[in-house]
């Protein structure tokens, strides 16, 4: 362990790798609540073209991860309703989305050094947590400190809005400006984790570990906490193998370690018979309000 | 693809079909086309977009391990898709369409399945190249067989999916009204998403893992945005998809720009133009107007 922290490469991973997951353990959390995960999902190839889009302009990738996830995350509220997307706008949005990251590796490719091959995508698309630089680690921790202190600072609103959204907007609570904010941080969140363990690959930090939190607690806070617990133990412990293992990629053993613990908690679970888990389907009108009614189950 | 464009739009397809793989592509984009809209159409209408995603992508690591095993990819790409659509239908409240669990549930295999794909790709040892053409695709690499294959999975597909056609319509619309009138929901939901993984692994190989989505959702979107008849809603998925594929191969060919994007701006491009025009068609009941909670 001593050892294995005396390489800087490690420590500027672990460095970033843990703040990475606290953010997008708690974000995961209400993502997961507001059954927006597909938005989450959509974010990340979003991030991926927004990158790419920074590289072919000559930009920092950086920027274009930023400015690009955060603007498209508040688009597609603006285009769902009540700051809420549903899923054939995230799908259609994102899907052209893609087409134009391919677009500009193309692009990059062809107008970039003749060595930009595709390189430059496999390493925005899958990570690259063992290649930060000290300054970029640091960077990317106090962005996701800032991220963390934002969510907490909106919580009990947001929470509230999340779980039952009519009756938040009849006490006054600013639900659509919420669902907005919220859909920025999850924009911030996922460029982050971009450069931990790459576009494709967020998903899994920022589902797998609420998911898991989630089948152990319905108690809010417990959950929220037990989901950055996860998310960061998962980060570490994957960091942890694929330095001893060196055959496996970081972005994998840290996946793998989410991944387990999502399924070790489905099965850990008590199911008592609920109401509605025993119904075979809900009509697909339902799905628009089905962040309120997770709760009210 | 560097040949020059006239306005002679005959000239420019006998030209272009002079070349063998152009007459593949555009056959197999055909049947992916034909293949593609009606099944997106009711993944459309059943709000599953997130698990058709899922399926494209699982893609990846299913031919990624077939490239490491020295296996046939169309194996790989099948295996892994059917094994993702049992396990997407087995985990926690995978009927219940929707809820938070499933989603999580969702994102976790996805998350999980590239993880796997990566892991793959680097026991095989760096093919940064043949990792691209996985995730976007080979439009213009197909060979004569792969297009009899690609006919003979496509035509299974709809064969199956037109014999559930009205019970999976019903399913799908009303789930508990359908399951009251003693229509198998649950068997239904299984079976579709089976159908869906097969044409994602099949779409996959033609357009890659990351683009699946402009041919499966892009099409039925725009359709389900105009009518909400079923038939003509099929129909139109069908000749949107047929469009977006003859129009981006024919763009493709004569652009240095990759198929894929053209694929999915003229897709994306189509469903922007139908959510213009949608205000001014009468909404749809059902899929457009979710019940929702006076504010």
Same mark, same amino acid.
């Given at each position: 362990?001593i050892?294995m922290?005396?390489?800087?490469?490690?420590q500027h991973a672990f460095?970033?790798?843990?703040?990475v997951?606290?953010a997008a353990?708690?974000v995961?959390y209400?993502?997961v609540?507001?059954a927006q995960?597909?938005t989450?999902?959509?974010?990340?190839?979003v991030a991926f073209t927004?990158?790419?889009?920074?590289l072919?302009?000559?930009?920092?990738?950086?920027?274009?991860?930023?400015?690009?996830s955060?603007?498209?995350?508040?688009?597609?509220?603006v285009?769902?309703r009540r700051g809420?997307p549903?899923?054939v706008?995230?799908?259609?949005?994102?899907?052209w989305?893609?087409g134009?990251g391919?677009?500009l590796l193309?692009?990059?490719a062809t107008?970039?050094?003749g060595s930009g091959d595709g390189r430059?995508g496999?390493?925005?698309?899958?990570?690259s947590?063992?290649?930060?630089?000290?300054d970029?680690a640091?960077?990317?921790?106090v962005?996701?400190?800032?991220i963390?202190?934002?969510?907490?600072?909106?919580a009990?609103?947001?929470?509230f809005a999340?779980?039952?959204?009519a009756v938040?907007?009849?006490?006054h609570?600013p639900?659509r400006?919420?669902?907005y904010g919220? /859909?920025?941080?999850?924009?911030?969140?996922?460029?982050e984790?971009?450069?931990v363990v790459?576009?494709?690959?967020i998903?899994g930090l /920022?589902a797998a570990?609420?998911?898991a939190?989630?089948?152990?607690?319905?108690?809010p806070?417990v959950?929220?906490g037990?989901?950055?617990?996860?998310?960061?133990?998962?980060?570490?412990?994957g960091l942890?193998?694929a330095?001893h293992?060196?055959w496996?990629p970081p972005?994998f053993t840290?996946?793998?370690?989410?991944t387990?613990?999502?399924?070790?908690a489905?099965?850990?679970?008590?199911? +008592?018979a609920?109401?509605?888990?025993?119904? +075979?389907g809900?009509s697909p009108?339902?799905?628009?309000?089905?962040?309120?009614?997770t709760?009210?189950? | 693809m560097?040949a &020059?464009?006239?306005?002679n739009?005959?000239?420019d397809i006998r030209?272009?079909?002079?070349? *063998?793989?152009?007459v593949n592509a555009?056959r197999?984009?055909?049947i992916?086309a034909v293949? &593609?809209?009606p099944v997106?159409?009711?993944m459309?209408?059943?709000?599953?977009?997130?698990a058709?995603h899922?399926?494209a992508l699982?893609g990846l690591?299913?031919a990624?391990?077939?490239?490491?095993l020295?296996?046939?990819?169309?194996?790989?790409?099948f295996?892994?898709?059917?094994a993702?659509a049992l396990?997407?239908?087995a985990?926690?409240?995978?009927?219940n369409?929707?809820?938070?669990?499933e989603?999580?549930?969702? %994102?976790?295999?996805q998350?999980?399945?590239?993880a796997?794909?990566?892991?793959f790709i680097?026991?095989?040892?760096?093919?940064?190249g043949a990792?691209n053409?996985?995730?976007?695709g080979?439009?213009?690499?197909?060979?004569?067989?792969?297009?009899a294959?690609?006919t003979?999975?496509a035509?299974a597909v709809l064969?199956?999916l037109?014999a559930?056609?009205?019970?999976?319509?019903?399913a799908?619309?009303?789930p508990d009204?359908?399951?009251a009138?003693?229509?198998p929901?649950r068997?239904?939901?299984?079976?579709?998403l089976?159908?869906l993984?097969?044409?994602?692994?099949?779409v996959s190989?033609?357009?890659?893992?990351l683009l699946?989505?402009a041919?499966?959702v892009l099409?039925?979107a725009t359709?389900?945005?105009?009518?909400?008849?079923p038939?003509?809603?099929?129909?139109l998925?069908?000749a949107f998809g /047929?469009?977006?594929?003859w129009?981006?191969?024919? &763009?493709?060919?004569?652009?240095?720009?990759?198929?894929?994007?053209w694929t999915?701006?003229?897709?994306?491009?189509?469903y922007?133009?139908?959510s %213009?025009v949608?205000?001014?068609?009468?909404?749809? *009941?059902?899929?457009l107007?979710p019940?929702r909670?006076?504010?």
């Amino acid at each position: 362990m001593i050892g294995m922290l005396s390489h800087p490469f490690m420590q500027h991973a672990f460095i970033a790798g843990t703040a990475v997951a606290l953010a997008a353990g708690l974000v995961g959390y209400f993502l997961v609540l507001r059954a927006q995960v597909f938005t989450g999902d959509a974010l990340s190839h979003v991030a991926f073209t927004g990158a790419l889009a920074a590289l072919a302009a000559g930009l920092d990738a950086k920027i274009g991860l930023y400015a690009f996830s955060i603007v498209v995350a508040v688009a597609l509220g603006v285009l769902g309703r009540r700051g809420r997307p549903d899923d054939v706008v995230i799908g259609s949005v994102f899907a052209w989305i893609l087409g134009l990251g391919v677009f500009l590796l193309t692009l990059y490719a062809t107008t970039r050094s003749g060595s930009g091959d595709g390189r430059a995508g496999v390493t925005v698309l899958f990570g690259s947590i063992l290649g930060l630089s000290r300054d970029s680690a640091l960077l990317t921790a106090v962005i996701a400190l800032v991220i963390c202190a934002i969510l907490l600072a909106i919580a009990r609103p947001l929470l509230f809005a999340s779980i039952d959204e009519a009756v938040a907007a009849a006490r006054h609570v600013p639900v659509r400006l919420l669902g907005y904010g919220f /859909l920025a941080l999850t924009g911030a969140t996922a460029a982050e984790s971009t450069q931990v363990v790459g576009a494709l690959l967020i998903l899994g930090l /920022l589902a797998a570990p609420a998911g898991a939190a989630m089948q152990l607690t319905a108690r809010p806070l417990v959950a929220m906490g037990l989901s950055a617990g996860i998310a960061v133990a998962s980060v570490w412990i994957g960091l942890t193998v694929a330095f001893h293992a060196s055959w496996m990629p970081p972005s994998f053993t840290i996946l793998a370690v989410a991944t387990s613990s999502y399924l070790v908690a489905t099965v850990a679970r008590r199911r +008592p018979a609920r109401p509605f888990a025993g119904r +075979p389907g809900r009509s697909p009108a339902d799905t628009g309000s089905r962040g309120a009614e997770t709760l009210r189950r | 693809m560097t040949a &020059a464009f006239s306005w002679n739009l005959i000239n420019d397809i006998r030209d272009m079909w002079s070349l *063998p793989f152009m007459v593949n592509a555009f056959r197999a984009g055909t049947i992916v086309a034909v293949l &593609a809209g009606p099944v997106g159409w009711f993944m459309v209408l059943r709000a599953q977009t997130f698990a058709g995603h899922t399926l494209a992508l699982v893609g990846l690591p299913g031919a990624s391990a077939a490239v490491w095993l020295g296996i046939s990819s169309l194996a790989g790409y099948f295996a892994f898709a059917l094994a993702a659509a049992l396990l997407i239908a087995a985990l926690p409240a995978g009927a219940n369409r929707g809820h938070s669990n499933e989603s999580a549930a969702v %994102g976790t295999v996805q998350a999980f399945a590239l993880a796997t794909g990566m892991l793959f790709i680097t026991l095989y040892g760096g093919f940064s190249g043949a990792t691209n053409a996985l995730l976007f695709g080979t439009f213009l690499g197909i060979t004569s067989t792969q297009v009899a294959v690609l006919t003979g999975c496509a035509a299974a597909v709809l064969a199956v999916l037109a014999a559930l056609g009205r019970p999976l319509l019903f399913a799908s619309i009303d789930p508990d009204v359908a399951g009251a009138r003693g229509v198998p929901v649950r068997g239904l939901s299984l079976a579709f998403l089976l159908l869906l993984a097969m044409t994602t692994a099949e779409v996959s190989q033609i357009t890659g893992a990351l683009l699946i989505f402009a041919l499966l959702v892009l099409p039925a979107a725009t359709a389900q945005r105009l009518t909400a008849r079923p038939a003509f809603g099929l129909a139109l998925a069908v000749a949107f998809g /047929l469009a977006v594929v003859w129009t981006s191969l024919f &763009a493709g060919y004569y652009s240095p720009y990759p198929i894929g994007f053209w694929t999915t701006t003229i897709g994306f491009a189509l469903y922007a133009a139908a959510s %213009g025009v949608r205000p001014l068609a009468t909404h749809l *009941p059902r899929r457009l107007d979710p019940v929702r909670t006076p504010a």
